[in-house]
């Protein structure tokens, strides 16, 4: 309800618990299908998670009765594949900090039109490796976008990193006991 309403939110739960469902609902009602503009981006820190958005995405598109469409962009596939791509006009982005950038600055993505910017694994884009990358990211898009950040690990460092996000509600489940069932943790 709260990115709904249009609010800012940095939410913060554990792996498994639902955190892509969470903003893609929300993001995917709020995105028109009569405008053949990139309305939303969803920036995520590694080539897997990209894709595994990207497909949840398209699945929830593909249920929704919208006329909407997702492109998924990352750095190691092919660039003149997903400038062809970019042509059908998605509403929807959902990539790598650097493949945004690269194709912003080709003027091949243009993000005047973007209305909600997502940063999933907010706590790793904003970590001291990535946060050059992130805050031209987010000096692209226009003044007024709406700003959601999510992360399995919320750190308050990474949360004071974020001064772009002016009055962020902070939405924090705390999962007690185990795991979900289909989450088996290890280490080597």
């Known amino acids: 309800p709260q990115i709904l309403a249009g609010k800012n939110i940095a939410g913060h739960s554990a792996t498994g618990t639902g955190k892509t469902l969470a903003y893609l609902l929300p993001v ?29 995405a398209q699945e929830l598109i593909s249920h929704s009765g919208k006329k909407l469409s997702a ?58 490796q990535c946060l050059a990358e992130t805050a031209k990211l987010v000096k692209l898009m226009p003044r007024d976008e709406q700003i959601l950040l999510f992360s399995a690990t919320a750190p308050q460092k990474a949360l ?5 996000l002016a009055q962020p509600e902070i939405i924090s489940v705390r999962q007690q006991g185990k795991l979900p069932a289909a989450i088996t943790n290890g280490y080597i």
Do not use: C
């Not at 009602?29 to 949840?56: C, F, T, W, Y």
């Not at 004071?160 to 772009?164: G, L, M, N, P, W």
């Open 28 to 56: 995917l009602q709020q995105l028109d299908e009569n405008k053949m503009q990139v309305q939303a981006v969803i920036a995520a820190p590694s080539h897997e998670l990209v894709m595994q958005i990207g497909r949840q």
């Open 160 to 164: 004071r990193q974020a001064d772009f």
């Open 71 to 128: 492109l998924s962009l990352i750095g190691s596939a092919n660039l003149n594949r997903q400038v062809e791509k970019l042509k059908k006009k998605p509403q929807l982005i959902v990539g790598s900090v650097g493949r945004i950038i690269e194709l912003q600055a080709m003027r091949k993505l243009k993000l005047q039109d973007v209305k909600i910017l997502v940063l999933d694994e907010f706590d790793y884009l904003l970590s001291k």
